[in-house]
């Protein structure tokens, strides 16, 4: 795999899977209204938590914050797509181009959406790093991810209320 495109669904139904099982390690699951497997564009849609950009009686700072701690939580998905596709289906490493090409796609997204320095952001991007690795580098997981993503493959769509219940069931949260 040397390339961020899918080679089939099985592909993509682990990698969105690897997306769930992020979002559940960053307590982040409210932030997802609905994945669907069959989206063309994003397979993930986000929760009004998500978009909330804040109002006059909440700080410029508290904004701010929840506009990077989004930022992490989407850097977090995308290493773990990759990291479940690779690690978990195809056992074997993620290549070094394709995380490289993730790091200078997360770095512009940095600068560009929270005008952070390029210290800030390697150290977000570390940080999805090492939680991905130490969750799909675990064997005793791998079972639970084939299962999510054959789930999805199965269902197709599912809810953020789904979502938990799926990951509860599979003892990942």
Avoid at 22 to 45: F, H, Q
Avoid at 77 to 105: C, G, H, W, Y
Avoid at 115 to 134: N, P, T, V
Wanted: aromatic fraction near 6%; proline fraction near 3%; charge should be negative.
């Amino acid at each position: 795999m040397n390339t961020l495109q899918y080679l089939n669904e099985d592909d993509r139904a682990y990698g969105l899977a690897g997306m769930m099982v992020a979002l559940a390690s960053l307590n982040a699951l409210d932030r997802v209204a609905t994945v669907s497997i069959d989206n063309d564009g994003p397979m993930v849609e986000f929760s009004h938590e998500y978009y909330f950009s804040g109002s006059p009686s909440i700080s410029p700072k508290s904004t701010w914050d929840n506009l990077v701690q989004n930022f992490h939580i989407t850097t977090s998905m995308v290493v773990s797509n990759v990291l479940s596709r690779t690690l978990v289906r195809l056992k074997e490493e993620a290549p070094n181009d394709i995380l490289n090409e993730i790091f200078s796609q997360v770095k512009l997204e940095g600068h560009d959406v929270c005008s952070l320095e390029d210290d800030e952001i390697k150290e977000l991007y570390d940080d999805a790093i090492r939680r991905s690795m130490r969750i799909f580098r675990n064997p005793r997981v791998h079972p639970a991810i084939d299962q999510l993503s054959k789930i999805i493959s199965r269902k197709r769509s599912l809810s953020g209320r789904e979502i938990l219940d799926e990951l509860h069931l599979l003892q990942l949260i």
